[in-house]
């Protein structure tokens, strides 16, 4: 089947987004606020920062969270689990004073399932704040991760396997005086991701496009690790259903990339974290 993909030519990163123009090989780089991307304001911690300080999660103050969602999810008629990622993913932000907002779905695989999933988590109304290992009280971006299994005739969710850590050690840095590169720039990466794509046949099946945000750590000497592939979905009238299979086809793609040309921060070579955005369109 002939590919056709979308490489949009933001460069996005986890904290700020950067404008990028290519300008004679090089670019020309501004800041940009972009809360669509998944960018963080100021002082919003991730939640997997938070872990690897040390410090606590936010946790829901009306007991087992999941037990909450599964009592109070109406499953919508019909459903059935036949895919080879049932996951779901939402993201909110958790306020010092335990309250919620900015609730959506990152990535899942059943729409209606997952937009019902939501609108049971919104009703989580009060959290315990997450805090850092000295006990500071932060703002928090919080993704609760679950999968749906099938028991009995019911589906039910459970929490996801924690991810793995990260495999990097030492500084990396969000933003640099010069970005990492993939090697020949922005015509040869969207050469090589167009040639390598292998649109998967689940997908096609089921109609699937869309995009998605690849996360990953460029080091100082150009590897790339701890590739991670999210899709943002609102479940609003432009959220197309995209689903993890196409996350994790993203992701094998950056995995099988070449060294990139790390990032440089006052001139010398330094470990960089990149979102690339890769866009799934069927023909």
């Given at each position: 089947?002939?590919?056709?993909?979308?490489i949009?030519?933001?460069?996005?990163?986890?904290?700020?987004?950067?404008?990028?123009?290519?300008?004679?090989?090089?670019?020309?780089?501004?800041?940009?606020?972009?809360?669509?991307?998944?960018?963080?304001?100021?002082?919003l911690?991730?939640?997997?920062?938070?872990?690897?300080?040390g410090?606590?999660?936010?946790?829901?103050?009306?007991?087992?969270?999941?037990?909450?969602i599964?009592?109070?999810?109406?499953?919508?008629?019909?459903?059935?689990?036949?895919?080879?990622d049932?996951?779901?993913?939402?993201?909110?932000?958790?306020?010092?004073?335990?309250?919620?907002?900015?609730?959506?779905?990152?990535?899942?695989?059943?729409?209606?399932?997952?937009?019902?999933?939501?609108r049971?988590?919104?009703?989580?109304?009060?959290?315990?704040?997450?805090?850092?290992a000295?006990?500071?009280?932060?703002r928090?971006?919080?993704?609760?991760?679950?999968?749906?299994?099938?028991?009995n005739?019911?589906?039910?969710l459970?929490?996801?396997?924690?991810?793995?850590?990260?495999?990097?050690q030492g500084?990396?840095?969000?933003?640099?005086?010069?970005?990492?590169?993939?090697?020949?720039?922005?015509?040869?990466?969207?050469?090589?991701?167009?040639?390598?794509?292998?649109?998967?046949?689940?997908a096609?099946?089921?109609k699937?496009?869309?995009?998605?945000?690849?996360?990953?750590?460029?080091?100082?000497?150009?590897?790339?690790?701890?590739?991670?592939?999210?899709?943002?979905?609102?479940?609003?009238?432009k959220?197309?259903?995209?689903?993890?299979?196409?996350?994790?086809?993203?992701?094998?793609?950056?995995?099988?990339?070449p060294?990139?040309?790390?990032?440089?921060?006052?001139?010398k070579?330094?470990?960089?974290?990149?979102v690339?955005?890769?866009?799934?369109?069927?023909?």
């Amino acid at each position: 089947m002939k590919k056709s993909i979308l490489i949009l030519f933001s460069l996005l990163f986890v904290i700020n987004a950067l404008n990028a123009k290519e300008n004679g090989g090089g670019f020309e780089q501004k800041a940009l606020k972009n809360e669509t991307a998944g960018i963080l304001e100021d002082d919003l911690v991730k939640d997997t920062h938070l872990l690897r300080e040390g410090g606590t999660l936010p946790k829901y103050s009306g007991g087992d969270e999941w037990q909450y969602i599964n009592d109070n999810v109406r499953l919508p008629a019909g459903i059935i689990l036949n895919r080879s990622d049932n996951s779901v993913i939402t993201h909110f932000i958790v306020e010092k004073d335990g309250s919620v907002n900015s609730f959506s779905t990152y990535a899942g695989t059943y729409p209606a399932l997952d937009a019902e999933v939501l609108r049971v988590v919104k009703t989580m109304t009060k959290w315990h704040p997450g805090k850092r290992a000295n006990g500071e009280i932060v703002r928090t971006t919080y993704l609760l991760n679950g999968v749906y299994k099938q028991e009995n005739g019911k589906i039910k969710l459970y929490p996801s396997p924690p991810l793995p850590p990260q495999q990097y050690q030492g500084e990396v840095f969000v933003t640099a005086d010069k970005l990492p590169q993939f090697p020949g720039g922005i015509s040869a990466m969207k050469k090589f991701i167009s040639s390598n794509m292998q649109y998967p046949a689940e997908a096609i099946k089921h109609k699937e496009e869309g995009n998605v945000m690849v996360q990953f750590i460029v080091s100082p000497t150009g590897e790339i690790s701890d590739v991670f592939g999210v899709v943002r979905c609102r479940h609003n009238d432009k959220c197309t259903g995209t689903s993890l299979v196409l996350a994790k086809e993203a992701e094998r793609i950056v995995k099988s990339m070449p060294d990139w040309i790390p990032g440089e921060n006052k001139g010398k070579k330094v470990a960089t974290r990149y979102v690339l955005p890769i866009s799934f369109k069927l023909p």
